[in-house]
């Protein structure tokens, strides 16, 4: 069984940067693509970004592009989402993902087979 542990969250100001991290462990992370994904109040899960097994392939939507950046480290089977430039409107819970094998492209959460608890980003104006 697969678990996530997400860490890095808290309360910046518009215009910080916070990193997340995800801590996989229980099956081989090589064979897991990674994703993040967030929800805001009364709002449904969106895609945020997402790494190939290799890491490769990345993936973004394009509200973050050019301000998120992820990336992995096979060493310590951990994925990361660096975030510059925060905004309010990145206010969410953010969700790490593992999706077993290939990735295509941006997906839907459907496509992931295993998720993190959570950790609150809060951007204050």
């Known amino acids: 069984q697969v678990q996530l542990v997400e860490s890095g969250g808290g309360l910046v100001q518009a215009g910080g940067s916070l990193r997340l991290s995800c801590a996989f462990s229980g099956r081989p992370f090589s064979m897991y693509a990674m994703g993040w994904f967030r929800q805001a109040p009364g709002k449904e899960r969106e895609f945020v970004s997402a790494?190939?097994?290799?890491?490769?392939?990345?993936f973004a939507t394009d509200s973050v592009k050019g301000r998120f950046t992820i990336s992995r480290d096979t060493a310590k089977n951990t994925v990361y989402l660096q975030m510059n430039s925060l905004k309010p409107d990145d206010t969410a819970v953010y969700y790490c993902?593992?999706?077993?094998?290939?990735?295509?492209?941006?997906?839907?959460?459907?496509?992931?087979?295993?998720w993190g608890q959570g950790t609150q980003v809060t951007v204050s104006s």
């Open positions: 993902a593992a999706k077993l094998g290939l990735l295509l492209g941006p997906s839907t959460p459907s496509t992931y087979d295993y």
């Open positions: 790494i190939s097994r290799s890491g490769s392939m990345t």
